[in-house]
């Protein structure tokens, strides 16, 4: 079987960094990445992009193209196009590479898989024309792809603002911007304020795109609540509540966004300690200072541990990669120390605007844990909300017992798009605390695999 001092898994901000740091300080790494090339979401296609759609992304999605540079002139080993489909405690890696599936082994990994748009249900999501903001963005980076008819955005979520003020730049004719943040969330923010203003560059980027969309004439709806999207076959319209009346307003394309959660699926099916974080509404890892998890051996750096964003992610890894090479005998603490000092200090600056906007854009409850009974729960199983209610009511009390009564989270994307909601549904139903209900219980595959891509399973490294 295969085996290396390091693997990381996922080749966004914190994965290029952890890769680049530890590499460079003597460990043998590999760097495992669903995507053909590195850069994550975030940076998306950053090593190929026009440079024309490059400058319309922006300055932040232009630096991007440097944390590459850095990693492809480190000797770490990249293996991209590669999905991982297990993890377990004693560090062995199912993976799942030009369609043959094989194991390996590391002494350490670190589990940078990064985060993933929160899965809202509401009445008409799975309509054709519906999509979420990332797809968007991803569309946009990857191939230059945008709407030519027009487009809602709804939701909530510092995402929306900067795909809207993208799509301006880009000619899109944007219908309307819906905001779903209650508006007592400025009052529950306030007491943030001061704190976020020690990284004032957030709140003053956001304060732009807001400015500019409104001078190019783009509708703003606040305070929103009760959305849908309605159409027979596909999308036609959006209503919603404002100001205590509906509004309707035509349109051939909802991008929608509720902010994003950890992609812990990875993370809790080895057994690492999560909770549940009240503030970001989502399953969390358990790390210490350096993100080690509670499992030896394994680590889970940037969005994937809690969301903090690109810039904080990148600092993440940097500590986590020396924290690898002091673990592996490359490095003694004393140089490990010295050389975090400085990402140490600058993560803990730039996390300083992450209570305020996570107060600021805090879904509505009821949108979380109180959907209609015709709306589609599980999409890959078809289940509702209704045939939840009625799960409980037969007696089934927490989400793993609905999921083997219901099959809902059983479907090809194995709960990621239905199991922070399920969550929340059965606490709310039962008048529980969410952490005492669980999530689902994560088994792998984490990601799809056949019987035949099984059944060829091989140990990573030897002759087929």
């Known amino acids: 079987m295969a085996h290396h001092q390091l693997v990381i898994i996922g080749g966004g901000p914190a994965g290029l960094a ?13 760097l495992i990445d669903e995507q053909a090339s590195p850069g994550g979401q975030v940076y998306r296609a950053i090593t190929d992009i026009p440079p024309q759609r490059a400058k319309l992304l922006g300055p932040d999605y232009q630096y991007g ?41 590391a002494d350490r990994v670190i589990i940078a898989t990064g985060a993933m748009e929160r899965p809202v249900p509401f009445a008409g999501w799975t309509l054709p024309g519906v999509m979420t ?33 993208q799509y301006m730049h880009a000619g899109v004719t944007i219908n309307a911007i819906v905001d779903l943040s209650p508006k007592r969330n400025f009052w529950t923010a306030l007491p943030h304020l001061p704190r976020a203003l020690l990284a004032y560059h957030y709140l003053i980027k956001g304060l732009k795109y807001q400015l500019e969309l409104k001078k190019a004439g783009v509708p703003f709806y606040s305070g929103v609540a009760d959305l849908c999207a309605l159409g027979k076959e596909s999308i036609e319209a959006v209503e919603f509540t404002h100001n205590g009346g509906r509004k309707r307003i035509e349109t051939p394309l909802l991008m929608s966004h509720f902010g994003v959660i950890p992609d812990s699926h990875l993370s809790r099916s080895t057994g690492c300690h999560h909770y549940w974080s ?54 003694g603490s004393k140089e490990r120390d010295e050389k975090a000092h400085q990402d140490r200090r600058w993560l803990a ?43 409980i009511e037969d007696g089934h009390r927490d989400p793993n017992q609905i999921k083997f009564l219901t099959r809902c989270g059983m479907g090809p994307c194995q709960g990621r798009q239905c199991d922070n909601a399920i969550s929340q549904l059965v606490a709310h139903e039962l008048g529980n605390d969410i952490e005492k209900n669980e999530g689902y219980r994560i088994r792998p595959p984490i990601r799809p695999l056949t019987i035949e891509q099984l059944a060829d399973l091989h140990e990573a490294g030897e002759a087929k």
């Open 133 to 165: 903001a990332g797809a968007g963005q991803i569309l946009l980076k990857s191939a230059g792809i945008v709407p030519n008819n027009g487009v809602v955005v709804a939701g909530s979520g510092p995402l929306l603002l900067l795909l809207a003020w």
């Open 278 to 331: 009240p503030s970001q509404l989502c399953w969390r890892a358990t790390i210490d200072p350096w993100s080690n998890s509670s499992i030896e051996g394994i680590a889970v750096i940037g969005d994937s541990a809690g969301i903090g964003g690109a810039v904080a992610a990148r600092h993440a890894g940097r500590l986590a990669g020396l924290e690898s090479a002091h673990l592996l005998g490359c490095i």
């Open 18 to 30: 952890a890769a680049t740091t530890a590499a460079n300080a003597g460990v043998e790494c590999l």
């Open 349 to 391: 600056e730039d996390l300083h605007v992450r209570p305020f906007l996570e107060a600021l854009f805090r879904p509505a409850p009821n949108l979380l844990a109180e959907p209609e009974n015709d709306t589609l729960i599980c999409r890959c199983e078809e289940i509702t909300a209704g045939t939840i209610r009625q799960a």
């Open 65 to 105: 193209r440097m944390l590459v540079e850095d990693f492809n002139a480190s000797k770490a080993i990249h293996q991209p196009s590669t999905t991982v489909w297990s993890l377990d405690a004693q560090r062995e890696i199912g993976i799942l590479h030009n369609n043959q599936a094989a194991l390996l082994r």
